[in-house]
């Protein structure tokens, strides 16, 4: 198993461009999220799937769109980047027993996205 | 969410056992605690889980008294492989509405030779 990756490792963008985080696990897990992680701020979560077809926000969630339309792939798409978008950003999935909390699973991390907006 | 409180950074020497106390006062009934560890430029990873007593797995032991407000992540003869960021995190285990898992600060630990 890859576990989740993420693509790609490094983005520089100017500001008002946009682009779409790849995420892919192939786990089947149903659970997906974002964060994005700033110096000296911990992680901080945009926006996460509990299965293929349901998103919802997290934190931060403005600026940012996702869908999920499989259960492989969440993409995160950044609109109109703004420099207050430079950011480390890490892609999360986990699974669960039908109907239950996701958060009492083992979460795995991708290994990060490094985007700076000029 | 129960939100959590632990230190901003601890300061070790190899060889030496770590204590980091975590204060989620307002823990839930559903809720289980559970610790990440983070290093440099790489996505955190589970470390250990529990919902009362202890825990322990061959990376750390979990410390969580009767009333549950606290918990201590216990990390044995650290080497400087284990200078990392230790995160807590208090998450609903039953309800799909709790799935949210928040990250705070965490407590970055820095292990000297």
């Known amino acids: 198993n890859a576990g989740v990756t993420q693509t790609p490792k490094f983005q520089v963008l100017k500001t008002g461009q946009s682009m779409t985080l790849q995420c892919a696990q192939d786990?089947?897990?149903?659970?997906m999220s974002w964060y994005r992680q700033d110096p000296g701020m911990g992680l901080r979560l945009i926006h996460y799937s509990v299965g293929a077809g349901i998103t919802d926000q997290g934190e931060v969630p403005n600026g940012y769109n996702v869908s999920r339309s499989t259960t492989e792939d969440f993409p995160l798409r950044l609109l109109s980047a703004a420099p207050s978008q430079t950011s480390v950003y890490f892609c999360a999935s986990s699974y669960s027993l039908a109907g239950g909390s996701f958060s009492a699973y083992e979460q795995y991390f991708g290994p990060g996205t490094r985007l700076t907006v000029t | 969410l129960a939100k959590t409180t632990q230190p901003i950074s601890m300061d070790s020497y190899e060889g030496q056992e770590v204590n980091i106390t975590c204060s989620h006062n307002?823990?839930?009934?559903?809720?289980?605690i559970t610790w990440y560890q983070q290093f440099p430029s790489q996505g955190p990873r589970f470390i250990i889980q529990g919902y009362k007593t202890k825990v322990t797995n061959e990376v750390a032991s979990l410390f969580i008294p009767a009333d549950r407000k606290s918990s201590t992540l216990s990390l044995p003869r650290v080497s400087l492989s284990d200078t990392a960021v230790y995160y807590c995190l208090v998450g609903d285990m039953v309800n799909q509405a709790g799935t949210a898992l928040i990250f705070g600060k965490g407590t970055t630990l820095s292990v000297s030779s």
């Open positions: 307002n823990i839930a009934t559903n809720d289980y």
């Open positions: 786990m089947n897990h149903e659970y």
